[in-house]
């Protein structure tokens, strides 16, 4: 079942497709967290979820791909073990050279991260947020102190006269605001150096609680164009316990050198905090981002070393099948030359090998067919000669016979073909006496001329047998006649 399922999920070229499209955008995220680590949590999620889906189809792929392989070696398919040990080794080269650059990035990953939270960077970031609180400090000290001063001269004021003595206040002081606040969080009366500004800034409620408990409020406040400004706040005194509580908010402006550079630490600070806090998540989402990274690494390359080692072994199995064809008999067989290297070489010296092997065929066949037609043409010659025709070899077995030596002789010599003349000669008496005529005649080496002797039941027989030698030291030809009836002529000839 889970055999079918993958071949499914990974037969077609749709696979690869999807594949490659997710492979593309797990690199473009991967680029953009790279570049921007604030983003990197952010799509960490997103980068992880795109990794395991590329993981799970390339396992499909790799798994199909493994077992075809593993299917071929069981059946013992031809170059299925030289692909095996090609992926082996392949496989094995992949996990050592990963494992190194593996083992060294994890490495200088961690101390990469850790590096830049070294205890005397923290130190000096803390020492400069001191050195500007403190350098800040010793004038918020001395604007809190005006500040009180100018509370006490307005609380001997009637309400007519605060609105010109807050201005008087503003030019004096060098204050950007000043403005006097009711306990119930009304305006009582202000003055503003800015005249872009219509409504005074006003406390929140945490200061005016501050204020009323008995507290003076000094502090750095970010203003609306992104600088630092300084607000103090204090009771204003009373004259009588009847009186209204009121509390003095002024806006004292902070240099724009050193508003900017306490910005900087100040941000710079904040920066660090936060990194320093977020270490080890960093750590931990590097780490498995770059473990996800080499996984699918090795997985491609795996997939790679199969792919590689089929096409390397694919012209060898080629050979392979066109050997097994050769070696029974098709020598007709011809393989596709690919490339020019050494296994195009072989292929192309296969092709030419099995075209001479079909040209030596045919050859053959041509001579055996002419053979079998000078045999034929031959062998009719000799069956319609009247003397008896034999040949034996150099080892003086009996070769060849026609019809009128078995006539002559008495003997089915054909039925006693490739027989030696020393079993020939037990058949019969004149047998012996006629082989035991052509071992001797045949030991001198050259051509020879006997005539023998033959006891039949109706009388004697005489033969005239000559002896040639064949090319080549190849054997004997042996004619031999029956001068029987030609003798018994002569004599009554004689007689007569």
Not at 94 to 109: E, N, Q
Not at 253 to 259: C, G
Not at 318 to 341: C, I, K, P, R
Request: hydrophobic share 45%; glycine share 6%; with cysteine.
């Amino acid at each position: 079942m889970a055999i079918n399922l993958i071949k499914r999920l990974s037969s077609g070229t749709a696979p690869y497709l999807y594949l490659a499209l997710l492979l593309l955008v797990l690199a473009y995220l991967l680029s953009a967290a790279t570049q921007d680590s604030s983003k990197l949590n952010e799509l960490f999620i997103v980068i992880f979820c795109i990794g395991i889906a590329c993981l799970l189809l390339l396992m499909a792929i790799l798994a199909r791909s493994l077992y075809r392989l593993y299917r071929d070696f069981t059946n013992r398919k031809a170059g299925s073990r030289l692909t095996v040990r090609l992926v082996s080794l392949f496989v094995l080269l992949i996990m050592v050279a990963t494992s190194i650059v593996y083992g060294f990035s994890i490495h200088f990953l961690h101390r990469g991260i850790n590096s830049w939270f070294d205890v005397k960077v923290e130190q000096a970031l803390d020492d400069s947020l001191e050195l500007s609180r403190t350098a800040f400090g010793i004038r918020m000290r001395t604007l809190l102190r005006q500040t009180r001063m100018m509370a006490g001269v307005l609380g001997e004021l009637p309400d007519t006269q605060l609105s010109h003595n807050l201005r008087d206040l503003t030019q004096l002081s060098g204050a950007l605001e000043l403005s006097i606040w009711g306990r119930d969080g009304q305006p009582v009366a202000s003055s503003i150096e800015s005249p872009t500004i219509m409504v005074p800034d006003r406390p929140n409620d945490a200061i005016m609680r501050q204020l009323f408990a008995g507290e003076d409020y000094i502090s750095l406040d970010p203003s609306e164009n992104d600088k630092l400004q300084l607000r103090a706040a204090v009771k204003i005194p009373r004259k009588s316990v009847l009186d209204e509580e009121r509390i003095l908010n002024v806006l004292f402006p902070v240099n724009d050198h050193l508003s900017e550079l306490g910005k900087t630490v100040q941000d710079a600070y904040a920066d660090y905090k936060e990194l320093s806090y977020l270490r080890q998540p960093l750590i931990t989402i590097f780490t498995l981002t770059l473990s996800l990274i080499v996984f699918l690494t090795i997985l491609v390359s795996i997939w790679f070393a199969v792919w590689i080692s089929r096409r390397i072994v694919e012209p060898l199995q080629e050979l392979a099948a066109g050997t097994q064809a050769v070696a029974s008999g098709n020598y007709n067989m011809q393989l596709t030359a690919s490339g020019h290297d050494e296994i195009g070489f072989l292929v192309r010296s296969f092709n030419q090998m099995t075209q001479r092997l079909t040209h030596a065929r045919n050859a053959s066949d041509r001579s055996h067919r002419l053979l079998e037609q000078q045999t034929s043409y031959l062998t009719t010659v000799l069956g319609s000669l009247s003397s008896g025709v034999v040949t034996v070899d150099k080892r003086l077995y009996l070769h060849t016979a026609n019809n009128a030596s078995n006539q002559i002789l008495d003997v089915n010599l054909q039925q006693r073909l490739e027989t030696p003349l020393s079993k020939l000669g037990l058949i019969s008496r004149n047998m012996k006496i006629f082989c035991d005529m052509i071992e001797k005649s045949s030991s001198k080496g050259i051509a020879w001329e006997q005539q023998v002797d033959l006891h039949k039941q109706n009388g004697n027989q005489t033969l005239i047998c000559h002896g040639t030698l064949l090319p080549n030291d190849s054997g004997w030809v042996i004619v031999f006649e029956d001068i029987t009836t030609l003798l018994q002529a002569q004599r009554n000839a004689a007689w007569g």
